[in-house]
């Protein structure tokens, strides 16, 4: 269900710059943004950044974005937005109950299955800083925004909904002098090599990172880090790749987030197929409360039901499982999505640790762990002696 393309985009990790347009004196001015960007086949993850982070323009310009981009109301900052929305099913959380699918069951929010008639080149949505502008889950590719707000407003843009990676926009009076495109263009590559020399460094930090405690038996408590996130640095992969263990120790997986969202489910094969259960759209006629089950897609492009308000994208039960204890192979363990704590710990997502104990010797066949959100190459591996 071009899932891979929708999570790219969500992650917004697409790179490369559209060509400037200059506008003619006095004439509205159309600017290029880059919304975040990779780091290379070689390197897994990339930088969630606004190239540039702000920009200063006059009423009707456009900004247009490499990837979907939510426009915040003028006045509200990316860090209240988060925290005003932080708990499940609120306007602007990622997910909301699924209650016909079990009571800890989750589905992306009916909020974000908008499909906009806007966003193109030829056709930009307008900011006006009164109301939130959403793009919704499944716009893909570019997307334009002409800013109407009044001078004197300030707006952000957040290009996904649960991190606060920010471009800010301020409004300056017709006089005022705004942004050029050079001026953006040079903060941009400034910033990128900076990013990049940020991120290799960070890789290399945490990947001859090894450290641990001892708790009150003797065992050995060990750290891992299920990926990494350093201000708007993304780095998709499971520190220590592989941790060496005697039966009794424990390993605390840390989510220190900020701009991804991710989690830690082993063993491997059961925690595939929790992980194919995200993003699956369905038909759901009866609703929420109908003992209907949910039915197959009625068409092949969005809206994808007949009633589009009956479209349901089910993304499985993202609560933690497991008792923590692995005490024979095969036992399913998981930490439920873990996700940037805009709330302080009062949302539904939170990046606190979690702790799992081997009980069972390995042997041959070591414990594969796995992020259910970013799927098989996200990967760890445990060996318990």
């Given at each position: 269900m071009k899932r891979k393309v929708v999570l790219l985009a969500a992650l917004a990790m697409l790179a490369g710059l559209f060509p400037v347009t200059n506008a003619n004196a006095g004439a509205a001015t159309t600017y290029e943004i880059q919304v975040g960007r990779g780091f290379g086949r070689d390197f897994p993850?990339?930088?969630?950044?606004?190239y540039p982070p702000e920009v200063k323009v006059h009423k009707g310009d456009t900004l247009h974005f490499s990837t979907p981009v939510f426009v915040l109301p003028a006045g509200t900052t990316p860090e209240q937005y988060l925290a005003d929305n932080a708990a499940l099913g609120a306007p602007g959380n990622l997910l909301a109950a699924d209650p016909d699918d079990g009571a800890t069951a989750t589905k992306l929010n009916p909020n974000l299955l908008v499909f906009l008639?806007?966003?193109?080149?030829?056709?930009?949505?307008?900011?006006?800083?009164?109301?939130?502008?959403?793009?919704?889950?499944?716009?893909?590719?570019?997307?334009?925004?002409t800013v109407d707000a009044n001078p004197g407003d300030v707006l952000y843009g957040i290009g996904i909904p649960w991190g606060p990676s920010a471009i800010r926009i301020e409004v300056v009076n017709p006089n005022d002098t705004a942004s050029t495109q050079a001026e953006l263009d040079a903060t941009a590559k400034t910033l990128k090599a900076q990013d990049k020399d940020d991120a290799f460094a960070l890789f290399d930090e945490y990947s001859h990172?090894?450290?641990?405690?001892?708790?009150?038996?003797?065992?050995?408590v060990w750290d891992a880090y299920v990926g990494i996130d350093r201000g708007p640095i993304v780095i998709l992969a499971m520190f220590p790749a592989k941790l060496n263990l005697k039966k009794g120790d424990s390993v605390q997986y840390h989510f220190d987030l900020t701009n991804e969202l991710h989690s830690a489910a082993m063993p491997i094969k059961k925690a595939k197929k929790q992980a194919f259960k995200m993003f699956s759209p369905f038909c759901d006629p009866d609703g929420d409360q109908g003992p209907g089950p949910d039915g197959d897609l009625q068409t092949q492009q969005p809206p994808f039901c007949n009633d589009p308000t009956q479209l349901e994208v089910d993304m499985g039960n993202t609560a933690p499982k497991g008792d923590g204890s692995v005490d024979s192979l095969g036992e399913y363990q998981d930490s439920g999505w873990k996700a940037y704590d805009a709330a302080n710990g009062t949302g539904y997502l939170n990046d606190d640790p979690w702790t799992v104990q081997f009980n069972t010797k390995t042997g041959d066949s070591p414990i594969k762990y796995i992020c259910t959100f970013h799927g098989p190459f996200m990967k760890g591996t445990v060996v318990v002696k």
């Amino acid at each position: 269900m071009k899932r891979k393309v929708v999570l790219l985009a969500a992650l917004a990790m697409l790179a490369g710059l559209f060509p400037v347009t200059n506008a003619n004196a006095g004439a509205a001015t159309t600017y290029e943004i880059q919304v975040g960007r990779g780091f290379g086949r070689d390197f897994p993850g990339g930088s969630a950044r606004f190239y540039p982070p702000e920009v200063k323009v006059h009423k009707g310009d456009t900004l247009h974005f490499s990837t979907p981009v939510f426009v915040l109301p003028a006045g509200t900052t990316p860090e209240q937005y988060l925290a005003d929305n932080a708990a499940l099913g609120a306007p602007g959380n990622l997910l909301a109950a699924d209650p016909d699918d079990g009571a800890t069951a989750t589905k992306l929010n009916p909020n974000l299955l908008v499909f906009l008639d806007c966003g193109t080149v030829d056709n930009p949505c307008s900011a006006d800083g009164h109301d939130l502008l959403n793009p919704g889950f499944f716009t893909e590719g570019d997307f334009s925004v002409t800013v109407d707000a009044n001078p004197g407003d300030v707006l952000y843009g957040i290009g996904i909904p649960w991190g606060p990676s920010a471009i800010r926009i301020e409004v300056v009076n017709p006089n005022d002098t705004a942004s050029t495109q050079a001026e953006l263009d040079a903060t941009a590559k400034t910033l990128k090599a900076q990013d990049k020399d940020d991120a290799f460094a960070l890789f290399d930090e945490y990947s001859h990172k090894k450290t641990f405690t001892t708790d009150d038996a003797g065992h050995k408590v060990w750290d891992a880090y299920v990926g990494i996130d350093r201000g708007p640095i993304v780095i998709l992969a499971m520190f220590p790749a592989k941790l060496n263990l005697k039966k009794g120790d424990s390993v605390q997986y840390h989510f220190d987030l900020t701009n991804e969202l991710h989690s830690a489910a082993m063993p491997i094969k059961k925690a595939k197929k929790q992980a194919f259960k995200m993003f699956s759209p369905f038909c759901d006629p009866d609703g929420d409360q109908g003992p209907g089950p949910d039915g197959d897609l009625q068409t092949q492009q969005p809206p994808f039901c007949n009633d589009p308000t009956q479209l349901e994208v089910d993304m499985g039960n993202t609560a933690p499982k497991g008792d923590g204890s692995v005490d024979s192979l095969g036992e399913y363990q998981d930490s439920g999505w873990k996700a940037y704590d805009a709330a302080n710990g009062t949302g539904y997502l939170n990046d606190d640790p979690w702790t799992v104990q081997f009980n069972t010797k390995t042997g041959d066949s070591p414990i594969k762990y796995i992020c259910t959100f970013h799927g098989p190459f996200m990967k760890g591996t445990v060996v318990v002696k």
